[in-house]
């Protein structure tokens, strides 16, 4: 049996939540924890890409493809690198494109080979986003050391690697 996160004093989170009855099991908290977490970071990033048009898978997309410069990429790479699982990659690049913010090209070598690009006014909406951006990431950390982010980040890679099917492993 698991541990039980039921000691003698409401958690923080079970008093944030207003949780009348403890969490069944301590992973459960650590779990709910986390979601709670991401749920708060995220917001003040969701609004900054909705000020921009975009969503945060639209902008994982466009991220991915100024990476990789201009050849761009197919729509299955593009899903493959994405931070959150997208099953429908095609219909996020058909809402790309009909903003203008990517185009899609036909390899002239191989016709069934369409790869995706980012425009030039894609490379703009990034630029402005940049910084704020990156102002938001600084200010939500700025409570935990460097230290302190490492040994999270380092945790968080663990905690993946072992939940990660070993369809996703070979990738």
């Known amino acids: 049996m698991t541990a039980t996160a039921a000691d003698s004093s409401p ?14 099991t301590f992973e459960e908290e ?5 979601w709670r ?7 003040d ?15 994982n997309v466009l991220r991915i493809l100024r990476g990789h410069g201009k050849p761009g990429l197919p729509a299955g790479e593009i899903a493959a690198q994405m931070v959150t699982r997208m099953p429908d990659i095609t219909r996020l690049i058909d809402r790309l494109e009909t903003d203008g913010l990517v185009k899609r090209t036909r390899s002239e070598q191989d016709r069934r080979c369409v790869r995706i690009t980012s425009t ?3 490379a703009k909406v990034l630029a402005k986003l940049d910084e704020p951006l990156r102002t938001i990431h600084e200010q939500q950390m700025n409570r935990l050391s460097r230290t302190e982010l490492e040994q999270l980040n380092a945790m968080l890679v663990n905690l993946r690697k072992s939940n990660t099917p070993s369809s996703d492993a070979a990738e």
């Open 11 to 24: 958690s923080e989170l079970q008093q944030e939540l207003r949780k009348r009855l403890p969490f069944d």
């Open 30 to 34: 650590v779990f709910l924890n986390m």
């Open 37 to 43: 977490t991401f749920d708060l970071l995220q917001n």
């Open 45 to 59: 990033t969701c609004k900054l890409l909705d000020e921009h048009g975009l969503t945060s898978q639209r902008y």
């Open 120 to 122: 030039p006014k894609a």
